[in-house]
């Protein structure tokens, strides 16, 4: 039996081919760009379907496909009419268009009502906000709205004909009662929002139905869930405690608990409560909106491109860089601050720089940086009971053995690699096995999920000084922003 997962981004989607033994039998990526309408970039849809599409076509060459799994980024929806077109181009959840509306909800429930059932405060990425701003601003394409879906199962309704969603998937929407497992219809009834519009919430895992594609008609849809979850899943994180940390162009570590969360201050915070995959966990994002995007401006535009005679200009870095802790600070919010400020308007720092300062020392600042403002978001969210005392790395920096010795270092939590850096992928597979009724989700993730390498905290913690002062470098600084 094989496994075909997917996981689909804004701007890419990748795909593999597992058997159930665990070996990769294929793999696949494409890009595809986001589109312009109305002096804003949106989704295109059309472009992820026909990928989607084409991409399950290319696997049935690797052997036989006997389920489908798709991992997908959240809150963005696609507004389909009766005759199941699609009504406008999907908003990205960074489309400001939202924010008045966000306000509204707030206004109208309280953030305290909404976190306690929703496990979010309202704002203008969630899916109700945007779902009122198109009744307030396009009310001709509002009235004629009959589904409303976000990728995940709206991708699975074109393989199937069936209308199903996860339940982390379905909680970016904003509407979404993370204790009944279920819309709340009286938060829709208040917002003037059909709830026959979404899809029927179901666990990550339960089978949705089978696939509608010529050539596979006995393959088996099985329901995927949001991105952060199938990567957390991928990288064996089963229990409350661990962590995976995604180290891509932003940065978020999944943090599994046990048990919701109702203090608003949480949600205000910006951590959100999320059902996880595991019945009985759910989870939060500790985002930073910078990470692998800070790395490869400094790549980019400051080193412009140069990297010594080394073949990859990262080991030219890393072959200059000191043992020791630098005597630099960067406060890494190149593109707005996340938790705990929440302050779009923030801006990055480079501090305590001298004629001496090398490209090394910046580099490896950057690292120290980026590691210090993980340790603060996460030790903050200890005071809701929410731990972090081990982490599994994913991602584009999971790559630099420098950067996890020095998060490990840090951060004080011992991290971890994996055979593949794909975990969305091999979430996908986790949840396949489970359901077709091979595993559980312990022996699935046993199987799919294989360690590379292990960077335990030392002995010796050299950045205890430095990261105090770290904590109070933002404040500092405010007035300049």
């Known amino acids: 039996m094989n496994y075909l997962t997917l996981d689909v981004g804004t701007t890419a989607c990748k795909c593999q081919l597992f058997s159930e033994k665990g070996n990769i039998l294929g793999y696949l990526a494409k890009e595809y760009p986001l589109k312009e309408a109305e002096g804003a970039l949106v989704v295109d849809i059309a472009a992820i379907r026909n990928n989607v599409f084409s991409m399950i076509e290319a696997a049935k060459a690797w052997g036989s496909v006997d389920s489908i799994c798709i991992s997908t980024f959240g809150e963005t929806f696609v507004a389909l009419d009766r005759e199941d077109n699609v009504l406008f181009d999907p908003l990205l959840y960074t489309d400001k268009r939202g924010d008045d509306e966000a306000q509204t909800l707030s206004e109208l429930f309280g953030n305290a009502y909404v976190f306690e059932k929703t496990g979010t405060v309202p704002h203008s990425m969630y899916s109700v906000s945007k779902l009122l701003w198109v009744k307030k601003h396009r009310p001709e394409l509002f009235a004629r709205i009959d589904k409303v879906m976000l990728i995940g199962d709206f991708l699975g309704y074109l393989l199937t004909g069936e209308r199903v969603i996860d339940c982390s998937l379905a909680a970016r929407t904003g509407a979404f009662d993370i204790h009944a497992l279920c819309f709340s219809e009286e938060m829709l009834k208040r917002m003037d929002i059909p709830a026959a519009w979404f899809s029927t919430p179901k666990r990550a895992g339960s089978i949705v139905g089978k696939v509608k594609v010529p050539g596979l008609e006995d393959c088996t849809l099985v329901l995927g869930a949001h991105d952060q979850v199938c990567t957390a899943l991928g990288a064996g994180i089963v229990e409350e405690g661990r962590a995976v940390d995604g180290m891509g162009t932003v940065e978020c570590i999944t943090a599994v608990y046990q048990g919701a969360k109702s203090d608003v201050k949480m949600g205000e915070m910006g951590y959100a409560c999320i059902p996880y995959a595991v019945e ?7 985002v930073n909106y910078s990470s692998g995007s800070i790395v490869n401006w400094f790549r980019r535009d400051i080193m412009h491109g140069y ?20 005597s630099l600070f960067v406060l890494p919010y190149f593109a707005g601050a996340a938790i705990p400020y929440c302050d779009i308007d923030a ?67 011992p991290y971890a690699t994996l055979r593949s850096s794909e975990g969305g992928l091999c979430g996908c597979a986790v949840l396949s096995a489970v359901a077709m009724g091979k595993k559980t989700f312990e022996e699935a993730a046993g199987l799919f999920v294989q360690v590379k390498e292990r960077f335990p905290v030392p002995k010796e913690r050299r950045y205890e000084e430095k990261y105090g002062r770290y904590q109070t470098l933002y404040h500092a600084l405010k007035e300049y922003f």
């Open 307 to 326: 990297k010594g005679e080394e073949e990859k200009q990262f080991a030219y870095l890393e072959k200059g860089m000191k043992e020791q802790p630098t």
């Open 347 to 413: 801006k990055g720092a480079i501090v305590g720089l001298t004629a001496s300062t090398t490209d090394s020392d910046i580099y490896k600042a950057v690292m120290e940086g980026l590691s210090m403002e993980m340790r603060l978001e996460t030790k903050l969210a200890e005071a809701f009971g929410i731990f972090v005392k081990s982490a599994v790395a994913t991602g584009g920096g999971a790559n630099s053995k420098v950067w996890l010795s020095l998060k490990a270092e840090i951060q004080g939590i």
């Open 280 to 286: 009985g966990l759910y989870c939060t994002y500790i």
